[in-house]
């Protein structure tokens, strides 16, 4: 007697959850005979036009257990079997997931060895776009672990005036990270062909700003507006330097930065930068 439509689905999402669990476990390839008997009995199924993947006449030793045993085609394995094939499966993933967060852990830690001086462009408020100076002092799966030079950890409750901070460490997405950019070879004269309009960084608190030269003054003097902030500061060159883009170059498996620089000094710069990283 065909079964009525409700408990034919009910069978087929059983079977469908069997199936996922042998095509990823092996050791649970035994009980695909029989439930392909009982769709081909539902008329569910039709493996004629499979091919066979046994050599002609051998005979498997599930088939011979299920008739030593009397089992009727079609029956479902034991919730148990269920429950170890979800089990193996998961076991699988979780293993897959462990190599592919060792394989990242392993390029982050090739690409930013220990010790490696870089800058982190921040991101909170008050310092969102600002560049801090730190070092690599160890890696997580997606982040690098920085200690910053300027930046300080928050005090604790116990912190007295007197006490000395600890430099700050934070993880650090590697997309905020880049390393220290070259210095100019003549700042001075890099300062004197400044212009009005252009843009250039300044060293404010500890970090490096993003600004624009809103004026240019006398005895070699400029008045900056940071492009984040509504501000405006007037300083000498000593506290400016080129801004820098930074990009890694697959080919060479270098860093490279892009503009901030004359035509003149850039080549050397770029030489000097390669041979320090």
């Not at 469908?16 to 439930?35: G, R």
């Amino acid at each position: 007697r065909v079964p009525d439509e409700p408990t034919l689905l009910k069978h087929l999402h059983q079977m469908v959850d069997i199936y996922s669990a042998v095509l990823a476990d092996q050791e649970y390839i035994d009980i695909k005979s029989p439930i392909e008997n009982e769709l081909l009995r539902l008329g569910l199924s039709d493996n004629r036009k499979r091919k066979p993947n046994r050599s002609s006449g051998s005979t498997r030793r599930s088939d011979v257990d299920h008739d030593h045993h009397g089992e009727a085609d079609g029956a479902f394995p034991s919730k148990l079997a269920r429950t170890s094939a979800r089990a193996s499966t998961d076991s699988l993933k979780a293993a897959a997931n462990r190599a592919r967060l060792e394989s990242k852990l392993a390029k982050l830690t090739r690409t930013w060895p220990l010790g490696t001086q870089v800058e982190v462009m921040q991101t909170d408020e008050g310092y969102y776009g600002a560049w801090f100076e730190g070092a690599v002092v160890g890696h997580e799966p997606d982040k690098i672990i920085v200690e910053y030079i300027e930046l300080l950890a928050d005090p604790e409750d116990d912190t007295t005036e007197t006490d000395k901070l600890p430099q700050l460490r934070q993880s650090e997405l590697t997309t905020n990270i880049r390393p220290l950019p070259p210095t100019v070879a003549s700042h001075a004269r890099w300062a004197a062909n400044l212009k009005e309009g252009e843009q250039c960084q300044l060293n404010y608190e500890g970090g490096w700003w993003d600004v624009l030269i809103v004026a240019v003054g006398s005895e070699n003097t400029f008045t900056v507006k940071p492009l984040l902030y509504d501000i405006e500061h007037h300083v000498g060159p000593e506290v400016l330097r080129p801004k820098v883009q930074w990009a890694w170059d697959v080919g060479s498996k270098q860093w490279r930065c892009k503009g901030g620089f004359h035509e003149d000094e850039i080549d050397d710069e770029i030489d000097e930068m390669k041979t320090e990283t």
